[in-house]
C-alpha cells in the first residue's frame, strides 16, 4: 500500500504483503511476503524478525479453533439433526431476518460466462450488439469484454438492463469509476472495493462521491442519460426516477461504521443460521475455514495478512439508506468466479493457496484492470435500462427506445436472460417470446439466447442426487458411519449426477417445443457458448457429467463454492 499527501491516495496491491501489521501504529512492513507460516499456511513474511515480531497477533488466527484437525460443526458437537435438514430454523430466522435471508442478489451466485465465445461461433471479430436483459452484476459484460480478441476494432454495442435500481445504480457508477477516472491503476482498486467490500477507505468514498457526482450531471429529465466514459466509450440510457432518489437516500444516510460492524455481526453471526455456516465449513480444508470466517467478519476482499484499518468507512452501496446489508447472509464474491483461475492469478501475485480471498483480490485486479483499459481503446456503446426485461422488450419493439439508440429494428446477436426463465421470474415461454424474435438469426446464424435455471430441481422429481435409489442408499451407509457429517456434503452429490433426463421433462412441463415453435427458434444440440451443466465438457451431450482434472479440480470447484455442488 501507498499513501502520499494531498489527494493522491493507493490501497493497492501488487503484490502478496509481508503480514506484519501493526494497525493501532497504522504501520505495516513494506515488503512482500516470501516466508509462509508453516501451521496455517495462509499469510507469509519477509523475513524471520517480522514472523517473529507479529507471532503474538498472528497465533490468534493461526492457532483459531476453526482450523483444528479435529473441528465439527455445530450440529455433531451438539448431538442432533442440522437446521437445514430439520427445518428448525425457519420459523424464528424467516419472521425476523427475512429480507436477509432472502435478500437481493447485488454478486454473481453462479460463474462469470463469455457469452461471445468468438472462438466456438463467429471466430472472425465484427461488430456485435449484446443485450443483459436481467444483468445482475458486471461479470459477464466484463468477461466477455476481456475474452474478445486483444486487437478487436468492431462497434460493440451493449444493452444493460435489470428491474433492480440498486443493482443499475452500481453498474452505472462502476462503468464511471474504470471508464472516467484518469488513474485507471487507482480507478481499479477503488472498483474492486466498491464492489465488494463492506468498507473502504474514506479517500476511495471521496471518489465514489466524485463518480455519483458526474454522473448526476449528465442526468436529464425523466433520469435520461448520456455520458462518455473515454473517447471511444460511452454510456446512454433511462434509468428512471428510482436511482435518483436512491443516490440522495444513500448519501443522506446517518449510520457509520459501528452501526455496520454491528449489523455484519447481526447477519452473518445470527444463531439461527450457524448450521448453514457450518455446513460450508465442513467441506473446506482448516484455513479456507480460516479464510471464509475472516470475510465473514469483516467483509473486506484483501490478502489474508494485508493492513485493512483504512477501510474505515462503510461502503453504502452494499446497504439500504438505514445501514441495512442488502443481500442473505451467504453472499459470497468468490461464487462469481472460475475458481481455479482465480488461485492461479493468486500465486502469479505471490498469494498463497490458502488465502481465497487474497487470491480473490488479485484476479479482480487483473480483471478489471484489463477490462479498463479496453473501455478506453475499443469502441463501446452501453445502452442503460432500469425495467422489467418484458417491458423493455415490448418498449423496445415498440420504437419508444429509439432516442436512446435502440429502434424496433435492433436485433441482437447474443442475449443473455440470466436465471429469468425460471418460473419464479418470467419462466421460460415468456421469455422466449418476449425475446426470442430480437435475435439476428437471418444476418448471424451463431446468434443465441442463452440463460440458466437455479430453481428448475426444486420442481422436478428426479433432478437431486438424493431422490435416486442407488445414491440414497449410500448417502444413508456414509451417514451411518460419519456421524452427521456427510449431511453437509448432500448436495455435493449432485456433481456426479446425470440429471439430464429429468431436465427434459421439467423443459417438457413448460411447453418448450410450443414456444420454440410459435418464436421461430431452435434449440442448440451443441452448446457453443457455455456447457450445459458448470464443469462439463463444453461440446458433451446433455448427459454429460462436469469433469474434474484432479483432486484439487474438484476441491476448489464443489467444496468452497455454494453454487456449484448445487448446479454442476
Not at 517480522?50 to 488466527?61: L, S
Not at 465449513?281 to 480460516?290: D, G, K, M, V
Not at 417445443?513 to 457453443?528: F, P
Request: include cysteine; charged fraction near 20%; charge should be neutral.
Amino acid at each position: 500500500m501507498k499513501v502520499v499527501s494531498g489527494s493522491e491516495f493507493d490501497a493497492s496491491l501488487s503484490r502478496a504483503p509481508c503480514a506484519h501489521v501493526v494497525p493501532e501504529e497504522a504501520w505495516s512492513c513494506p515488503n512482500e511476503g516470501r516466508m509462509i507460516c508453516s501451521n496455517c499456511n495462509i499469510v507469509a513474511y519477509c523475513s524471520k524478525d517480522c514472523q517473529r515480531n507479529h507471532w503474538r497477533t498472528h497465533k490468534q488466527d493461526c492457532k483459531d479453533p476453526v482450523r483444528a484437525s479435529d473441528w465439527k460443526p455445530a450440529w455433531v458437537l451438539e448431538m442432533r439433526e442440522p437446521s437445514f435438514v430439520s427445518g428448525q430454523e425457519s420459523s424464528n430466522w424467516l419472521s425476523r431476518l427475512k429480507p436477509i435471508a432472502l435478500g437481493m442478489t447485488l454478486w454473481g451466485n453462479v460463474p462469470a460466462m463469455d457469452i461471445v465465445n468468438l472462438t466456438h461461433n463467429e471466430i472472425i471479430a465484427k461488430d456485435l450488439v449484446l443485450a443483459f436483459v436481467a444483468s445482475g452484476d458486471l461479470r459477464n459484460l466484463i468477461l466477455t469484454v476481456n475474452r474478445l480478441p486483444s486487437d478487436y476494432s468492431g462497434q460493440l454495442t451493449v444493452v444493460l438492463n435489470d428491474y433492480n435500481p440498486h443493482i443499475v445504480l452500481r453498474n452505472v457508477l462502476l462503468l464511471m469509476i474504470l471508464g472516467t477516472y484518469a488513474d485507471r491503476h487507482s480507478a481499479v482498486d477503488v472498483a474492486l472495493h466498491f464492489w465488494y467490500s463492506a468498507f473502504i477507505p474514506i479517500q476511495y468514498e471521496v471518489l465514489v462521491q466524485e463518480a455519483i457526482l458526474r454522473f448526476t450531471k449528465q442526468l436529464g429529465s425523466g433520469g435520461t442519460i448520456s455520458c462518455p466514459l473515454s473517447s471511444t466509450s460511452s454510456m446512454t440510457g433511462l434509468i428512471g426516477p428510482k436511482i435518483v432518489e436512491l443516490i440522495q437516500t444513500s448519501y443522506g444516510a446517518s449510520y457509520g461504521f459501528d452501526d455496520v460492524v454491528n449489523e455484519i455481526n447481526r447477519v452473518r453471526f445470527e444463531p439461527s443460521r450457524i448450521d448453514r455456516h457450518h455446513r460450508q465449513y465442513t467441506r473446506l480444508e482448516p484455513s479456507h475455514r480460516l479464510a471464509f470466517l475472516e470475510f465473514r467478519r469483516f467483509g473486506i476482499v484483501l490478502p489474508f495478512g494485508a493492513r485493512n484499518d483504512h477501510f474505515n468507512t462503510p461502503n453504502r452501496f452494499l446497504f439500504s439508506p438505514e445501514g441495512t446489508w442488502l443481500q442473505n447472509d451467504l453472499a459470497n464474491p468468490l461464487n462469481s468466479w472460475d475458481p481455479l483461475a482465480v488461485v492461479e492469478a493468486g500465486k502469479a501475485h505471490g498469494a498463497v493457496r490458502a488465502d481465497l480471498y487474497g487470491c480473490l483480490y488479485f484476479y479482480l485486479s487483473d480483471l478489471l484492470r484489463e477490462f479498463a483499459d479496453r473501455l478506453g481503446r475499443f469502441r463501446i456503446s452501453f445502452r442503460m435500462f432500469q425495467s422489467d426485461a418484458g417491458e423493455l422488450s415490448k418498449a423496445m419493439r415498440s420504437g419508444a427506445l429509439s432516442h436512446y439508440g435502440l429502434p424496433a429494428t435492433t436485433r441482437f446477436d447474443r442475449i443473455d436472460v440470466s436465471n429469468i426463465i425460471d418460473i419464479e421470474y418470467m419462466g421460460i415461454p415468456r421469455v422466449l417470446s418476449d425475446w426470442g424474435p430480437q435475435l439476428n438469426s437471418d444476418a448471424n446464424k451463431h446468434a443465441s439466447l442463452i440463460g440458466y435455471s437455479m430453481n428448475w430441481a426444486a420442481h422436478q422429481q428426479g433432478a437431486k442426487a438424493e431422490q435416486d435409489d442407488d445414491i440414497k442408499r449410500s448417502i444413508e451407509i456414509l451417514s451411518s458411519q460419519y456421524a452427521g457429517i456427510i449431511s453437509a456434503y448432500h448436495h455435493s452429490f449432485t456433481a456426479v449426477y446425470d440429471n439430464s433426463s429429468a431436465f427434459e421433462k421439467y423443459l417438457a412441463s413448460q411447453d418448450l417445443k410450443k414456444v420454440l415453435l410459435t418464436s421461430r427458434l431452435k434449440r442448440k444440440s451443441t452448446h457453443t457458448i457455455f456447457p450445459h451443466r458448470l464443469c462439463a465438457p463444453f461440446d458433451g451431450p446433455a448427459s454429460a457429467l462436469p469433469v474434474f482434472a484432479n483432486d484439487e479440480s474438484w476441491y476448489l470447484n464443489v467444496c468452497p463454492m455454494v453454487h456449484n455442488a448445487d448446479t454442476c
